[in-house]
T-cell receptor
Framework: KNQVEQSPQSLIILEGKNCTLQCNYTVSPFSNLRWYKQDTGRGPVSLTI?????NTKSNGRYTATLDADTKQSSLHITASQLSDSASYICVVIQYSGGYQKVTFGIGTKLQVIP | KAGVTQTPRYLIKTRGQQVTLSCSPI?????VSWYQQTPGQGLQFLFE???????NKGNFPGRFSGRQFSNSRSEMNVSTLELGDSALYLC?????????????????FGQGTRLTVV
């Protein structure tokens, strides 16, 4: 069982609508949780980084939330645009012995249609 | 400032062959980490190099190896290729701070090398 699970696996929404992507994790304790956007044929690009003590972090139309009690994070996209079509990956980072341990979710594939 | 450059972008190899992939980090970045991405497993960490030394390693067999040169450029080698090695291989560079950088000095990914093993 993956320690970082994302849902839904894929999502289709109309341009201009809002959507929320979920990330449930069992990794504990952790240093920070990140959301990345990956366009087809490209490498991932960081959207938000939250420490375990933060509840919310925004980056333009992207807002990430974190509930450390329920071990859930969500990424909310407001007023979606065609360019938001991409995979969104949740990543949990721990530090052990001075080294990073990185656990990735498989991602949610979002398609925004006109 | 130029981004992270990976070469080649696409590669087709046959089973049993070996392959070398290259990653040139952002100027001034000294940490390079490598990842394998497949549809079924998602992104998985391979290893990280800093100052020509492997600093961290994921759970991959010894067929996967790498190195880093004095100019911080890194290469990844896969020997005795298997069909399951078909994947997108990504590298990321950062200032010192580990695989994906720190809160203040995050890592940046290249576009990846798409390896197909037939």
């Amino acid at each position: 069982k993956n320690q970082v699970e994302q849902s839904p696996q894929s999502l289709i929404i109309l341009e201009g609508k809002n959507c929320t992507l979920q990330c449930n994790y069992t990794v504990s304790p952790f240093s920070n949780l990140r959301w990345y956007k990956q366009d087809t044929g490209r490498g991932p690009v960081s959207l938000t980084i939250m420490t375990f003590s933060e509840n919310t972090k925004s980056n333009g139309r992207y807002t990430a939330t974190l509930d450390a009690d329920t071990k859930q994070s969500s990424l909310h996209i407001t007023a979606s645009q065609l360019s938001d079509s991409a995979s969104y990956i949740c990543v949990v980072i721990q530090y052990s012995g001075g080294y990073q341990k990185v656990t990735f979710g498989i991602g949610t594939k979002l398609q925004v249609i006109p | 400032k130029a981004g992270v450059t990976q070469t080649p972008r696409y590669l087709i190899k046959t089973r049993g062959q070996q392959v070398t992939l290259s990653c040139s980090p952002i100027s001034g970045h000294r940490s390079v980490s490598w990842y394998q991405q497949t549809p079924g497993q998602g992104l998985q960490f391979l290893f990280e190099y800093f100052s020509e030394t492997q600093r961290n390693k994921g759970n991959f067999p010894g067929r996967f190896s790498g190195r880093q040169f004095s100019n911080s450029r890194s290469e990844m080698n896969v020997s005795t290729l298997e069909l399951g090695d078909s994947a997108l291989y990504l590298c990321a560079s950062s200032l010192p701070g580990g695989n994906l950088g720190t809160m203040n000095t995050e890592a940046f990914f290249g576009q990846g090398t798409r390896l197909t093993v037939v």
